[in-house]
């Protein structure tokens, strides 16, 4: 920013973005690198905060558990790229949203296309299955599937949907002809039951 | 046979497994960066007791919290302590959970469904 126009242009978008923020009742935002100091800060930070408006032990739970499991997919799948584009170096966009009615946990980072397909059918599988059948597929993982090298068990979107009871809502946006952004979004509802 | 006795932390459940006095337990939270180094140690320890176990083992899980890969990870230690049931052993595990968290309960559940070991469900308030 070289002259005092371009600064008070900068200033008057950091207001339409807080105003923005503001109108869609987000409570935190991050973009960046999503490493294991980044999910304790950020959950330690969303836990207080709940606490402090005596949101009920259920739902701070179940944000909990969907924030780190989210946090998590990035940390641990976002590097498994061989690119040095700054995209795919276990970097993402995290945000928390708190309605009247409902959090949203929202993650957005870059995959590779041939990764959609199978992206898609896994959310869709997950998506479709019933209280029973998630909790039989969650064992079957858990029995079977293997420790990625990053540590990942294979069982986060199961969970996510298990402790939610929702449909997990995801889009794909074209950022190049090899690449994709990748945005996911889970609501927990502010309803004790 | 040696002790272990880790602190808990934000993110590490406490960890104390003592053949002598007979405590074994598992508490806190587990979301540990590497989850599988994390639980090495106790899956080491486990296959060595395993050689030579107590009359009777009893087994604390009493977890707040864990994510994912740890329970892939609390599932190996159940299907170790199986093995030790299995070989004619008396072993009980003890699943606490806090007696308004039905996720905690039905995860216990779940695990008991898995393992074929005595399993005890635990309420706990507080």
Redesign the interface.
Known sequence: MDNKKDVKGFLEFVYEFYKSMKAHEITLVYEGEIT?QI??AFT?LTESNMAKEDES??VQ??V??VM??CL?NISKHADDFTSSDFLFSGRGIFLVSKGENEYSVTTGNAVENDKIEELTNMLETINKMDKDEL?GL??KQ??E?R?SEK???G??F??IKR?TGKELEYHFLPISNDTSFFLLTSTISREDN | METIKIQGTEDTPKVTLDKETELMEISGRSLPEDVASFYDPVLSWLEEYAQDPNPKTIFNFKLVYFNTASSKLLLDILMKLEEIHENGNDVLIRWHFPEDDEDMEEAGEEYADIVDVPFEQVPYSG
């Open positions: 294991h999910t304790k330690s032990g259920n739970r179940k909990f558990h780190v499991e998590q909790k969650y064992k858990m029995k599937g420790l540590g990942g068990a069982l986060g199961i969970d402790k």
